[in-house]
């Protein structure tokens, strides 16, 4: 399956942005799907993640309350609404997908995830 990212750009701080990861080629299935982030100098980051199977979410600390993922399955889509931006959340973001199976304590193991998309830039000005 190929994952396709979109909807980045730029912002200025505390605005919004939304993000989507489309699979193609296949779908989703029951796996769980990803958002990474990686800044310029930094190592990719664990942004968020959420289950096929019960909808469960799981955020990074740094941005949880103002990040939300959800999914539309029936679109084969999972996307990331970004608020409050601040400029520390400049990065690219990446989108991935896992076995269903994975635990919680490896969410944020880059490589636990199968498939990922070629990013998309998000820029938020201060």
């Known amino acids: 399956v190929q994952l396709q990212a979109s909807g980045g750009g730029l912002v200025q701080a505390g605005g919004s942005l939304s993000l989507s990861c489309v699979a193609s080629?296949?779908?989703?299935?029951?796996?769980?799907t990803a958002w990474f982030r990686q800044a310029p100098g930094k190592e990719r980051e664990f942004v968020a993640a959420i289950r096929r199977t019960g909808g469960s979410t799981y955020y990074a600390d740094s941005v949880k309350g103002r990040f939300t993922i959800s999914r539309d399955n029936a679109k084969n889509t999972v996307y990331l609404q970004l608020n409050s931006l601040k400029a520390e959340d400049t990065a690219v973001y990446y989108c991935?997908?896992?076995?269903?199976?994975?635990?919680?304590?490896?969410?944020?193991?880059?490589?636990?995830?199968?498939?990922w998309g070629q990013g998309t830039q998000v820029t938020v000005s201060s």
């Open positions: 991935a997908a896992a076995r269903s199976s994975l635990i919680v304590s490896s969410l944020g193991r880059e490589y636990e995830y199968d498939d």
């Open positions: 080629g296949g779908t989703f299935g029951s796996r769980i």
